[in-house]
């Protein structure tokens, strides 16, 4: 499966934006999907994850209340709605697709390009 991820750009501290990754492929619905973000020079960081049909969801401690996952199956896209942001969330983003229909904090086998988001004080 190829992941396109968009919807990144700048915005100020306490705004939002909506981050979208398109998936190729039939199979989109049988995968798990999950958000990520790295800052150059640090570790690449779990954000969200949603199971293949949506109903379960999990998110970072450093979102949660903030964020938003979600997908539609039928547009083969995943959704990462951010509200609140924070100039530390300034970050590269990827949406990934795990070979399974259970969410999970890792082992993802497919990744997107990344989009950045930069978040101004």
């Known amino acids: 499966v190829q992941l396109q991820a968009s919807g990144g750009g700048l915005v100020q501290a306490g705004g939002s934006l909506r981050l979208s990754c398109a998936a190729s492929?039939?199979?989109?619905?049988?995968?798990?999907m999950g958000w990520f973000r790295q800052v150059p020079g640090k570790e690449r960081e779990f954000v969200a994850a949603?199971?293949?049909?949506?109903?379960?969801?999990y998110y970072a401690d450093s979102v949660k209340g903030r964020f938003t996952i979600s997908r539609d199956n039928a547009k083969n896209t995943v959704y990462l709605q951010m509200n609140s942001l924070k100039p530390e969330e300034t970050a590269v983003y990827y949406c990934?697709?795990?070979?399974?229909?259970?969410?999970?904090?890792?082992?993802?086998?497919?990744w997107g390009q990344g989009t950045l988001v930069t978040v101004s004080s």
């Open positions: 949603i199971s293949w049909s949506g109903a379960s969801t």
């Open positions: 492929g039939r199979t989109f619905s049988t995968y798990a």
């Open positions: 990934a697709a795990r070979r399974s229909a259970l969410a999970s904090m890792a082992d993802y086998d497919y």
